[in-house]
């Protein structure tokens, strides 16, 4: 994929407002080839009518969002969560793209040394059944200020710790810019994951952060070296899809189509 | 100090509604036997006069906040933020504290890397001046959330890296729970710090966070394993004073006294 524009995904999350066929046909009028695809988009139509409508546009699908959550306070319910993660394994599988993107989750309490323990856990219990399905677990390390309420695996570094147990084929790591920009391990991080690296996500960090949550801004309206950040992916071998991945309420609030334009604009000159 | 509430300080910004006068005065009624000083409430009225109300009272300083904000985008700007470090540092030292807490400063563009830089620099000039008047800096890592706009160090790691090249009478950190809970590496760099740990600072982190800044909680309210934390910085040495900074307007907006009473509960519960 020489061309930069031929990498360009939209990850649902920042048309949130727009069901799956929307994105989709979104995604044809802007002539943007790729799509990630969120769980509780296709739970809306189920899995058959999501597969048909992302088949029939002729799209791209460059990950599900999301697998995960693996901590819980019981066993019983650690299980409940594996079930939940196989289900998301076969949805990536029929919809024909072999990366799911794994939020690992919060502790269920103060201890979380423990929960990193169970997201180890999890991991390792979901790769077989990940891999027979041939798709791969791509850890996400998500920012610090989500470790209390999101995942407990909050740097590179630990998201290569864990991927560096298996194969690259079973599982590893998704780079999002958001997530990992301030880390003085970054670039060190992203080199040790050569090789390793399954996707790679756009957005920009604006000052001040409107909302903890809802807060990414649009490329080239933070402080993140996005461009710098991509060579470096690059050079550890990653030329797959690169998902805008913006999750800010005034965004949301924007018609669709506008948004797309301006995703194109952007991506063109800050990624 | 082998009694928890020996130890007990008040960071001013805990009670910002409060004058100098008002804080202190606070302290001794609530018997809290240290209090943190914050430079704006010293410029209210006056270092002779902060320097008189303090020393009337009888209570012991465990530190300024702050020094630091080094990086700027020219040299000249750098020297004037250097100048205004060796007045925080007069301060210190005539308010009777051996420590003057660093928050190092945002970078003034994207190079987050020459900003990190910029601020090994302005240490490395700060240090004869402090020690000529008998002042240890304290680097204090601030959360990821804040690299942004308030600190390039992020990690108790950067922030150990750098002191390292000093002796502990020079340079040391300053561990607060709020900003390093979550790092994976916590316990390990806390060993490394051994020594030179000069502060140790306590609130909590509630979910979901209320604001970015202003969204930290009351001890015990949180996630935070702050006992362990504790006993993490006393193996590692450090004996002295424990620094109540609770920034949330919720608590600023309550009556002092009674935020203070409340602090000492939750101090002997939950430190």
């Not at 739970?43 to 995960?68: F, H, W």
Request: charged share 30%; net charge negative; proline share 5%.
């Amino acid at each position: 994929m020489a061309d930069l524009m031929e990498r360009l995904s939209l990850n649902q999350i920042t048309t949130e407002k727009w069901s799956l066929k929307e994105a989709v046909d979104g995604c044809v009028r802007a002539e943007i080839p790729w799509i990630s695809i969120w769980r509780h988009k296709i739970a809306e139509i189920g899995l058959q009518e999501s597969k048909r409508i992302v088949k029939d546009a002729g799209l791209n699908v460059s990950s599900i969002c999301r697998g995960g959550m693996f901590p819980a306070p019981t066993a019983k319910e650690r299980e409940e969560r594996l079930d939940d993660n196989r289900r998301a394994v076969e949805e990536a599988a029929e919809l024909g793209t072999d990366t799911l993107v794994l939020v690992c989750g919060p502790s269920p309490d103060r201890d979380i040394d423990t929960a990193r323990n169970y997201v180890e856990e999890g991991i390792e219990k979901l790769v077989p059944f990940a891999q027979s399905h041939g798709v791969k677990l791509g850890i996400e390390p998500l920012h610090p200020m989500y470790a209390a309420d999101r995942s407990v695996i909050n740097t590179l570094g630990q998201a290569n710790t864990i991927a560096e147990k298996y194969s690259p084929e079973q599982v590893g790591v998704v780079v999002d810019v958001f997530h990992v920009w301030w880390d003085p391990e970054l670039y060190q991080q992203i080199e040790r994951a050569a090789g390793r690296i399954v996707g790679f996500h756009v957005s920009d960090w604006i000052v001040p952060v409107p909302d903890i949550f809802k807060g990414r801004g649009m490329m080239g309206d933070g402080v993140i070296e996005i461009n710098r950040m991509r060579q470096a992916v690059e050079q550890a071998g990653y030329h797959g899809p690169i998902e805008v991945e913006i999750i800010n309420q005034a965004i949301w609030d924007r018609p669709g189509d506008e948004v797309l334009r301006e995703i194109k604009e952007r991506f063109s000159k800050h990624v």
